[in-house]
Structures are given as structure tokens and as C-alpha cells.
């Protein structure tokens, strides 16, 4: 029996993606807030994911995050994508 994606954490990675997101509401003030974002969502991302994907997913979503101008890839979303779909897929062929 295959286990069903987990919605929750969905809803929950669009609404940080949308908070990522913000900087491009207030231009200039809004870079600044990702100083403090950048190293919150990379630690929250690694809370969502455990193991090495987590990791990398919190080091990629701290880097994006922290570059001026990237802040609209959805990266929570992308990686909820990832883990539900790929990763899954992977750990059922083991």
C-alpha cells in the first residue's frame, strides 16, 4: 500500500514560500528581511526533511533565500514535490 502525500506539510511549505516572498512586496526593505529569513527557512527546512535531503534542501533554501532576486522559487513546494513523488519512489525500490 503506497502512503498518500502529506497535504499538510504542502500547505504549510506554499505559506513559507509565500513569507519568502515578501521581499518583492517592499522593494529594498523587503532584502533586508531576508537576512533573518534566509537562516530561518533553512532551518525549518531541514526540520520538514530529516536526513542528508533535508540538509541539502535547508542549504539551498538558505542560499536562495539569502541572493537578492531569487526569492520566487518556491523551494518548500519544490522539495514537498520532490519528497512526496521522486524521493518516495526512490525508497520503494530499495
Known sequence: MKNKPNYKKLAISILLDLIGMLSFVIPFVGEFGDVVWAPLS???MTRMYKGTT???????????EILPGVDIIP??????IYASFIEKDKMLDK
Open 42 to 44: 533553512g532551518w525549518i
Open 54 to 64: 533535508g540538509k541539502i534542501a535547508g542549504a539551498v533554501t538558505f542560499i536562495e
Open 75 to 80: 523551494s518548500f513546494t519544490l522539495m514537498w
